[in-house]
């Protein structure tokens, strides 16, 4: 799905007036008058990042935050709010919310945060795709590959992979050729500075 800011507030006048600017930015953006309408349509396929008030009627945005981290939803979210709420965005912070925006705001510094909102969740998507990937070619190693994978990433010759396997250099050799292929890579520097970046296990 296309990178969007969700405006979640029940303020009619502060809807329109956040969608007016970022639509003026070129930002595109959806507004939901409830944390209830918001969850109506959330998915984990969203992008972009939400602009969230904190006080509304019926569900609080504090309340729709914590239900979208249980759900697994990492879109950054900014918060809106009046004075008295910005205890509550600070504890906000702290369980990972991305910023809070006290009411009323500057537009150009709303709008900045959000632009650094919205690459932020690009990155992570990025990062997210590319474990999976990862992933995906490491669950394509036979067993045996896993096991010459295990010691070249030690630094193992061919000759002591073959002795600790007991089979013979040249089969070593195949089963080397065939991960690294499998696995996108020419060397083992490169095949460990790929699996540096991800937290799958080699030997899992």
Same mark, same amino acid.
């Given at each position: 799905?296309?990178?969007?800011?969700?405006?979640?507030?029940?303020?009619?006048?502060?809807?329109?007036?956040?969608?007016?600017? +970022?639509?003026?930015?070129?930002?595109?953006?959806?507004?939901?008058?409830?944390?209830?309408?918001?969850? /109506?349509?959330?998915?984990?396929?969203?992008?972009?990042?939400?602009?969230?008030?904190?006080?509304?009627?019926?569900?609080?945005?504090?309340?729709?935050?914590?239900?979208?981290?249980?759900?697994?939803?990492?879109?950054?979210?900014?918060?809106?709010?009046?004075?008295?709420?910005?205890?509550?965005?600070?504890?906000? +912070?702290?369980?990972?919310?991305?910023?809070?925006?006290?009411?009323?705001?500057?537009?150009?510094? +709303?709008?900045?945060?959000?632009?650094?909102?919205?690459?932020?969740?690009?990155?992570?998507?990025?990062?997210?795709?590319?474990?999976?990937?990862?992933?995906?070619?490491?669950?394509?190693?036979?067993?045996?590959?896993?096991?010459?994978?295990?010691?070249?990433?030690?630094?193992?010759?061919?000759?002591?992979?073959?002795? /600790?396997?007991?089979?013979?250099?040249?089969?070593?050799?195949?089963?080397?050729?065939?991960?690294?292929?499998?696995?996108?890579?020419?060397?083992?520097?490169?095949?460990?500075?790929?699996?540096?970046?991800?937290?799958?296990?080699?030997?899992?």
């Amino acid at each position: 799905m296309n990178p969007t800011v969700h405006i979640v507030d029940d303020d009619e006048a502060i809807r329109d007036s956040l969608g007016w600017l +970022l639509q003026s930015r070129g930002i595109p953006c959806l507004e939901f008058s409830s944390a209830e309408a918001f969850l /109506e349509m959330w998915s984990p396929q969203m992008a972009g990042c939400i602009l969230l008030d904190i006080r509304m009627d019926g569900m609080s945005g504090n309340a729709l935050f914590d239900l979208l981290r249980e759900r697994g939803c990492s879109m950054p979210v900014i918060f809106l709010t009046g004075h008295g709420d910005v205890p509550l965005a600070v504890a906000a +912070l702290k369980h990972g919310a991305f910023d809070f925006v006290e009411k009323p705001c500057n537009d150009n510094q +709303l709008v900045d945060r959000i632009v650094q909102a919205l690459k932020h969740d690009e990155s992570l998507r990025a990062a997210a795709a590319s474990v999976e990937s990862i992933n995906n070619r490491l669950s394509q190693l036979s067993m045996r590959e896993r096991q010459v994978m295990e010691r070249v990433l030690a630094g193992k010759l061919n000759k002591v992979i073959a002795d /600790e396997l007991h089979v013979s250099m040249r089969t070593v050799e195949v089963h080397r050729s065939s991960l690294f292929e499998k696995m996108g890579v020419k060397t083992a520097v490169e095949l460990a500075q790929v699996l540096a970046n991800t937290p799958a296990k080699p030997g899992a």
